[in-house]
């Protein structure tokens, strides 16, 4: 087998972070080359900086580096996204065509396209949402991904390129923060439980929204990887679940281990955006086809949050210790 050379865009961000270190550890320091818009923020690893649109520079490091994998995370999310569509639209929609054009020409042998709930729409079934359902986002994130979907398994249908994606539900996790999404809120609120000990929620209390465990959702992005290609029935993107809940439901929970977090709901434009995408996921097309499962559920997941928040944050996680403190 060829040595694979690993090279993400957009791993400043909060699953590049992550994901970064992660495919580090499995393919070494050398193989792995970290790309953002922005200034290197990681550690260790190669990094470049790239801005995805440039075509000429992209394809000068996918030579010069011998990249046989891309793992594509660039993008705005989907509420920054509403403040410029135009914007959004050239980095999001266009950045993936230049990858899928670029792929093909130097014989990538494998990408990996991020989707999202946010290809949901208000045509969409709400409850244990299916596969292959009405797609009518209301975002132009959500627009570029339904594209974005179509083109990948246009590019695999026609061209044979091994392209792979996952729709993301709302990730939570202690190691990096999300920024411009609509989910955010679900990290926003454990950081300020353990630190302030007060949160103002920028959704409503009833609003369901589908959520993974940030370790969860590195392991679906691998597996998905690895599995052979035969495996990989769905070309545009497969739904991937965990657990689903509310501001209220997660704020109750978060009670259990800090018992004076108070919350106030104070919901903006966002609360549109929540409201047009669906409570739950199906996901059983992943799990037959690549043997998905995950890991974390709501209750373990918050638990683990909170002790990795407060080792973080210095404050003592050892039980006697953490009832003087809170
Ligand atoms: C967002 O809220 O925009 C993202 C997503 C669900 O894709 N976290």
């Not at 070494?28 to 923020?41: F, K, M, P, S, Y």
């Not at 079934?125 to 299916?130: D, L, M, N, V």
């Not at 596969?131 to 026609?158: F, M, S």
């Not at 990795?308 to 809170?326: D, H, P, T």
Request: contains cysteine; neutral net charge; aromatic residues 12%.
């Amino acid at each position: 087998m060829q040595k694979q050379k690993i090279l993400i865009t957009g791993s400043n961000g909060q699953i590049g972070t992550v994901l970064g270190n992660k495919l580090i550890d499995i393919y070494g320091l050398d193989n792995v080359i970290l790309t953002d818009i922005a200034e290197n923020n990681h550690k260790n690893g190669i990094f470049e900086k790239l801005d995805i649109l440039n075509i000429p520079h992209f394809k000068e490091l996918i030579k010069d580096y011998k990249i046989t994998q891309i793992f594509h995370l660039a993008s705005l999310l989907s509420a920054s996204g509403e403040r410029n569509p135009m914007r959004t639209w050239n980095i999001n929609f266009n950045g993936l065509l230049n990858i899928l054009d670029l792929s093909k020409a130097n014989n990538i042998e494998k990408l990996f396209f991020p989707s999202s709930i946010a290809v949901f729409g208000n045509t969409t079934p709400k409850e244990y949402t299916e596969q292959d359902v009405p797609l009518v986002p209301d975002t132009v994130y959500g627009i570029g991904k339904v594209a974005g979907e179509l083109w990948c398994n246009y590019y695999a249908k026609r061209y044979g390129l091994d392209v792979r994606s996952l729709r993301y539900p709302g990730i939570i996790s202690y190691e990096s923060m999300p920024g411009g999404g609509t989910t955010d809120y679900a990290v926003e609120i454990f950081h300020y439980a353990v630190k302030n000990k007060k949160y103002s929620c920028f959704l409503e209390k009833d609003t369901v929204l589908p959520m993974m465990y940030m370790e969860d959702a590195i392991n679906a992005t691998i597996q998905l990887m690895q599995a052979p290609s035969e495996n990989i029935k769905l070309r545009y993107s497969y739904n991937l679940g965990a657990f689903s809940f509310s501001p209220e439901e997660i704020y109750n929970e978060i009670l259990k281990h800090i018992p004076e977090f108070e919350i106030e709901y104070k919901p903006d434009f966002r609360q549109n955006i929540a409201d047009s995408w669906v409570k739950r996921i199906d996901d059983s097309r992943a799990r037959k086809d690549w043997g998905w499962k995950p890991k974390y559920n709501f209750e373990n997941m918050v638990e683990d949050m909170i002790l990795n928040l407060k080792k973080l944050y210095k404050i003592a996680s050892n039980k006697e210790q953490v009832g003087l403190i809170i």
